[in-house]
């Protein structure tokens, strides 16, 4: 009795967990950059298994499809020679792995403390959350100050508050102009300096 | 599928995960054969076509007098050949590259719907998740050209890459014309909406689509690196570009992620633009056999309707990548600078123009020029549930309301505006938004 | 482990995985000498935060007590993705520059400013 949902989110959680590792432990900036690209796609995956559907097409399409592509530009035009490896010394790696790991069992203790977090669905609402409704419609009319999702909020106080998420929209649309204009800028023809040999 | 074979075969009742797995892997199986025998022929038609154009046969011998066989006996030496990487190459990276390529291309193959009802996976965001999934083909051109150690490789991944992403930006706004028509992502719904005489095609709908159309033929032949864009692989100038270095089977699964993604996005701009699988006469439609939208039950003849539908669909599709073909082998080679002057003096902002165009005569003249759906297809109803995850502290009541979004656009309202109405059990609030 | 593939998975599952993109991105951007290896710690450390946000706001998660914070979690998701692609592609144009003006890009040589 295999349940499909748990298995793919295993398959999913399991590679993006390995090839987040891979891109510590890597040594090539190369294949970082792949193992990542390989790790931000799972994610997408598990976005759709719980029913994120726009945003794990929009993951897909802006994190892998162009912030991913930015980045292994980047990669490929400064991988030459020497700067394919650097490695870290060892005092460095111990530090971080010990900050690293005693985060890792915070999180992980805090994550599985609270009870109603531990379970699935059982019985009717599992059957029930698999027909959930698609989310495209509903962020859009967010974003132009509909929230279609929560009409019925009966308490005031919460309820004027839920103007929907226009004001956040403009200014992501402007901070995303600032953005262009500033990395056309830096990124403008100059001169390059001589190479010197690291 | 599944749940057919969970309710009517017996043995999948008491194990509902095995109707499943058997879905989805007849699934696959089915679109693979699809990617496959797709490029099998097309680079048989190609052949063919090239050979006409300039003048002289293509094959003729493999096969009996066409050449039919030509590709599979391709096939045999390709696979036969020595399976070699290059001295300096990243091994990893240099065998995975043309895997990368392929799964992208086969990926956007799942949300496709080729008849009513008989798409892999049923996605309401189908169109955003085609083109997003496009966009990551370009990883294995890249991958391919960097591991490659050969610096003709890394020239054209790099030209490549450049190219495939800047198109990505007028694509996706060509692409959404016929969403913001018909108000919906979901492919099946688009094409539904089409039923009926040809003059329903969204391509007919108004000049903005129409030009709309050409814009994305231009910006797909771009994204699958087709000539006239096709400097990556330019045999005169950089050898044979990202793939200088791959040989045998390697080579064999770059080209089948080609010929896949000229096919998906030939199926995409049929679904999109001519109308999917209703056909230029709604034959099926007069003898009754087809499925009255938002049913549908399994009968012989519904069956049938959905395989000629299919056919229909294929058949686009192929017409589209022999356009593909012919317009290769006519038009002669852009530069890389006037490739990306191409796209963003004049496609970016031709199908921005067309997009604002779309909207106000959308806006202002609420059927097209000839779109005029027999079915009430005009109406996209999505219901939400409001408020089933909210934690409502001291009510006991169920906290069930829908939300009922309609967007109207019968040519028979005067005005055409969208109505956001807001249900809920007790009383009505009407917002409307013009 | 079995148990895993037969029952449900609820909220905490996704918040393991989500914990530990967080700490490879941050192990990332402490110990890697190139700079686009810092670069790509921040992308890990924010996708961290997205399955986290998407975790929680997943009615289909939430087992029978049903405090998902629905939409909002989305919505929330969707702004981190926008705006983490702004910020690479800034300080990918930063990066190109260092690389530019002093051809190298280990971090450890961006020392002009030490006292």
């Avoid at chain 2, 496959?36 to 003729?60: H, N, S, Y």
């Avoid at chain 2, 169109?127 to 997003?132: G, K, L, N």
């Avoid at chain 2, 992403?165 to 692409?175: F, K």
């Amino acid at each position: 009795m295999i349940n499909w949902n748990s298995f793919f989110f295993l398959l999913f959680a399991l590679v993006a967990c390995f090839f987040a590792l891979a891109v510590v432990f890597t040594g090539s900036v190369v294949r970082m950059a792949f193992f990542l690209v390989l790790c931000l796609s799972a994610t997408a995956g598990l976005f759709f298994l719980a029913n994120a559907d726009f945003v794990g097409a929009m993951q897909l399409l802006i994190y892998v499809g162009g912030t991913m592509v930015l980045l292994v530009f980047g990669v490929m035009l400064t991988a030459q020679g020497p700067f394919v490896r650097m490695k870290t010394d060892g005092g460095q790696w111990l530090v971080a792995l010990i900050v690293g790991s005693s985060l890792l069992a915070v999180l992980i203790t805090a994550a599985f403390r609270v009870e109603s977090w531990r379970r699935g669905p059982v019985g009717e609402a599992a059957t029930a959350s698999t027909n959930l409704d698609p989310t495209a419609t509903p962020i859009g009319m967010a974003l132009l100050g509909v929230r279609v999702d929560a009409v019925d909020e009966p308490d005031a106080v919460l309820r004027s508050g839920l103007s929907g998420y226009l004001l956040p929209f403009e200014i992501v649309s402007v901070h995303l102009l600032v953005v262009l204009i500033g990395a056309a800028y830096l990124a403008r023809t100059k001169k390059r300096v001589r190479d010197r040999t690291v | 599928m599944a749940d057919y074979l969970i309710n009517n075969v017996g043995l999948f009742g008491s194990y509902p995960w095995l109707a499943y797995l058997l879905a989805g892997l007849v699934h696959a199986a089915l679109l693979l054969q699809l990617v496959a025998v797709g490029a099998l022929f097309f680079i048989w038609l190609e052949r063919k076509v090239a050979g006409r154009i300039q003048d002289r046969l293509g094959p003729t011998r493999v096969g009996g007098k066409f050449g039919w066989l030509q590709t599979l006996a391709d096939g045999i030496k390709l696979i036969a050949k020595e399976d070699l990487t290059p001295g300096g190459a990243d091994r990893l990276l240099f065998k995975i590259a043309p895997y990368v390529s392929f799964c992208a291309s086969f990926t956007a193959l799942i949300s496709l719907p080729f008849a009513f009802g008989w798409v892999a996976q049923s996605l309401n965001i189908g169109v955003f998740f085609v083109i997003a999934v496009l966009g990551l083909e370009i990883f294995g051109v890249i991958l391919a050209g960097y591991a490659s150690a050969s610096k003709w490789s890394l020239f054209g991944a790099m030209r490549e890459a450049a190219q495939v992403v800047s198109y990505e930006v007028p694509l996706g706004m060509c692409v959404v014309v016929p969403v913001l028509i018909c108000g919906t992502m979901d492919l099946t719904t688009i094409a539904e909406m089409q039923r009926g005489w040809f003059t329903n095609w969204l391509i007919f709908h108004d000049p903005f689509t129409f030009i709309t159309f050409w814009v994305y033929f231009t910006c797909a032949l771009a994204s699958v690196n087709r000539a006239p864009f096709d400097l990556a692989e330019a045999e005169s100038e950089l050898v044979a570009g990202f793939h200088t270095e791959y040989s045998g089977l390697r080579w064999s699964f770059f080209f089948m992620a080609e010929y896949g993604s000229m096919l998906l996005v030939s199926v995409l701009a049929a679904i999109l633009f001519f109308g999917g699988w209703n056909g230029p006469i709604p034959i099926t439609d007069w003898v009754g056999w087809s499925y009255e939208s938002g049913t549908d039950p399994v009968t012989f003849t519904g069956y049938l309707s959905n395989l000629l539908g299919m056919l229909n669909v294929l058949g686009k599709g192929v017409f589209g990548v022999t356009f593909m073909i012919w317009v290769r082998w006519t038009l002669p080679r852009l530069r890389i600078d006037q490739v990306m002057k191409t796209c963003l003096k004049y496609c970016t902002p031709i199908a921005a123009v067309m997009f604002l165009g779309a909207v106000i005569w959308k806006y202002n003249f609420p059927g097209g020029l000839f779109f005029r759906s027999q079915v009430p297809l005009a109406n996209v109803q999505e219901t939400w549930q409001g408020g089933g995850g909210r934690l409502i502290e001291n009510s006991g009541q169920n906290s069930q309301q829908s939300v009922t979004i309609t967007a109207r656009s019968d040519a028979s309202q005067s005005n055409n505006q969208t109505q956001v109405v807001v249900a809920n059990d007790s009383r009505r609030q009407e917002e409307a938004l013009p | 482990m079995m148990n895993l593939l037969t029952e449900p998975v609820g909220v905490s599952h996704y918040l393991v995985v989500g914990a530990i993109l967080f700490v490879s991105g941050v192990v990332c951007m402490a110990t890697k000498r190139n700079a686009l290896g810092v670069l790509m710690g921040i992308e890990l450390v924010l996708n961290g935060a997205n399955v986290n946000f998407i975790a929680f706001s997943s009615p289909a998660l939430q087992g029978n007590s049903g405090f998902s914070i629905g939409l909002d979690g989305q919505v929330i998701a969707l702004f981190v993705i926008v705006l983490a692609a702004a910020e690479a592609a800034v300080a990918l144009a930063i990066t190109l520059n260092f690389y530019n003006n002093h051809a190298t890009i280990d971090v450890d040589q961006a020392d002009e400013l030490k006292g």
